[in-house]
């Protein structure tokens, strides 16, 4: 359990969470769970189990205050877009990278193999029955000139987004992906 940057987070740097198996969960508020910020890799890579990775409930979105929170995790890169008082960044590269187990992935905006400025997200699942629920930028979502990719290799899955921008969108010359080679899937 964690607020944030953790679970595999890097910023000018590299972290990595490796995880050989057992059922484990994985809690914490944002910036984790395979997390790349400026010139950092961060990577969470677990083995085996049925595992549980929840990731945002603490600091509001401004897109959506009283009804979303900001996760940036699990498989997540992010940079710093240009603004009027400052210059900007290019962002890291995140990876959560789940060999096999039936796992449950809870984020909301910014999570699950998604991505920001400049930046890569990546969410890789082997093996499995899994299922995917989020907010708003997530499943595959690349935004503002990134790359974001979900994918999951086999199992019968569930995927839930609760807003667009979502399940493999590319947003203002950006590229997203949500690839599930096999399966008897639902997506929502």
Same mark, same amino acid.
């Given at each position: 359990? /964690?607020?944030?940057?953790?679970?595999?987070?890097?910023?000018?740097?590299? #972290?990595?969470?490796?995880?050989?198996?057992?059922?484990?969960?994985? /809690?914490?508020?944002? !910036?984790?769970?395979?997390?790349?910020?400026?010139?950092?890799?961060? +990577?969470?890579?677990?083995?085996?189990?049925?595992?549980?990775?929840?990731?945002?409930?603490?600091?509001?979105?401004?897109?959506?205050?009283?009804?979303?929170?900001?996760?940036?995790?699990? =498989?997540?890169?992010?940079? *710093?877009?240009? =603004?009027?008082? !400052?210059?900007?960044?290019?962002?890291?590269?995140?990876? &959560? +990278?789940?060999?096999?187990?039936?796992?449950?992935?809870? #984020?909301?905006?910014?999570? @699950? #193999?998604?991505?920001?400025?400049?930046?890569?997200?990546?969410?890789?699942?082997?093996?499995?029955?899994?299922?995917? *629920?989020? $907010?708003?930028? /997530? @499943? $595959?979502?690349?935004?503002?000139?990134? &790359?974001?990719?979900?994918?999951? /290799?086999?199992?019968?899955?569930?995927? *839930?987004?609760?807003?667009?921008?979502? @399940?493999?969108?590319?947003?203002?010359?950006? +590229?997203?992906? &949500?690839?599930?080679?096999?399966?008897?899937?639902?997506?929502?």
């Amino acid at each position: 359990v /964690s607020d944030g940057f953790a679970h595999g987070a890097g910023a000018f740097g590299i #972290g990595i969470l490796a995880d050989g198996a057992g059922n484990d969960r994985y /809690s914490a508020t944002r !910036f984790s769970q395979g997390f790349g910020f400026i010139k950092g890799f961060g +990577a969470l890579v677990e083995s085996g189990g049925s595992d549980k990775y929840y990731a945002g409930g603490y600091y509001p979105d401004f897109r959506d205050p009283e009804k979303s929170y900001s996760s940036l995790s699990q =498989g997540f890169g992010f940079g *710093l877009r240009p =603004g009027d008082d !400052f210059i900007g960044a290019s962002g890291g590269v995140g990876v &959560l +990278a789940d060999h096999e187990g039936n796992d449950v992935y809870v #984020g909301d905006y910014f999570a @699950q #193999g998604a991505s920001y400025w400049y930046a890569i997200g990546i969410l890789v699942d082997d093996r499995g029955h899994d299922r995917y *629920l989020s $907010g708003r930028y /997530s @499943q $595959g979502a690349g935004v503002h000139l990134a &790359l974001g990719v979900l994918w999951d /290799s086999e199992g019968d899955d569930e995927y *839930l987004a609760t807003f667009g921008v979502a @399940q493999g969108c590319g947003h203002d010359y950006a +590229a997203g992906f &949500l690839i599930d080679n096999e399966g008897a899937d639902r997506y929502t």
